[in-house]
């Protein structure tokens, strides 16, 4: 596969499964027409492509009336006439178990491998097929690489690290619990650079866990499954991101960062050692502690900004930036 095709989730799209497959295989009732089902995804995707199916109960059911799903696996309450639904007395339960047995039996494709010119790989390092490697990259010792992975030119990737193993979302079926398996991929864009020991998980469905262009990653960082990681940031010794965060362009976190799941990080955020996130933080904004609290506003060349709302400028670097509350904006 070239490396100017485009990386997105039709590329890991289930091919020729049907709402009556889902319904089979979840033990549920289909109501409505059958369809064809190409992506799984959370009512809390952010992108949510066509043909996807997800799952509702309670009072989250009333949030799939605005939602762009094809379809929805629902309790019998949830029963609408917009849209076709699969009816389970436990949603949950049968999404979770819809994804492991797509996933067993094969339903989701592996990518097409690729190696560019010029790419330096460790005799210790295991790339598996169903990668695609740019040009320039150097891959170290006992480095994994796993299928589904694509890693564009100029990427670098320290000893011991691994990239594209599941990550860890845990189910259960009233009959015992188990890790859900991972259909999902990694993409490394142009010169990302990863230390020694990190974990960088592919994502749960069809889509990719998410490296910026010239992102930098110190040793023992992890990145869960779904994150996704703007161009120019860099995360320092043991940061660890879980699934579905997101940081925006020119983000610093300090060692031993941690983050709660759906955090987001504006763009230029910036973060003391130990911060825990816990909630969102905005562009140009420095938090720490734990839980992590504001403690002033920063600019892209790390110096702290002046309080005041209106415009500022950087007394280290010059740049400007229109602050108004929480807000806080680069200037044109």
Sequence with gaps: MPLDTTIGPELLALRDVTLSDVA?????????????IRH???????SIPDGSLAYAS???????????????????SGVGASRSVIVHEDPQVAFFALQ???????????IASHRGDRVRIADSA?????????????????????????????????????????GFQV?????????????????????????????????????????????MLDNLVHVAHDVMIGDRCTLTASVELSGSVVLEDDVWLAPRTCCNQFVRFG??????????VVR????????AGSPARVFGRVCLCRAKLPSDDGPVECGSCGRRFLIDGDAVAEAA
């Design 100 to 110: 492991r047995s797509l996933a067993e039996s094969g339903a989701y494709p592996t």
């Design 24 to 36: 089979r295989i979840t033990g549920g009732r289909l109501v409505g027409e059958d369809a064809p």
């Design 267 to 276: 763009r230029g955020a910036y973060t003391g050692t130990g911060s825990v």
């Design 171 to 215: 189910a259960g079926d009233g009959t015992g619990r188990y890790l859900v398996p991972h259909a999902g991929g990694v993409h490394l864009r142009a010169g990302v650079s990863i230390g020694a020991n990190c974990a960088v998980d592919r994502a749960l469905f069809s889509t990719f866990t998410t490296l910026g262009a010239d992102t």
């Design 126 to 166: 295991v790339v598996h097929d169903g990668t695609v490697i740019g040009d320039d990259v150097r891959i170290g010792d006992h480095v994994v690489v796993m299928p589904n992975s694509v890693l564009d030119d100029g990427v670098e990737i320290q000893a011991g690290t691994v990239v594209g193993e599941p």
């Design 40 to 46: 799984l995804r959370p009512l809390s995707a952010d």
């Design 58 to 76: 309670g009072h989250f059911v009333d949030e799939l009336a605005n939602a762009p799903f094809e379809a929805a696996i629902v309790p019998a």
């Design 280 to 287: 969102d933080v905005p562009a140009f904004t420095l938090v």
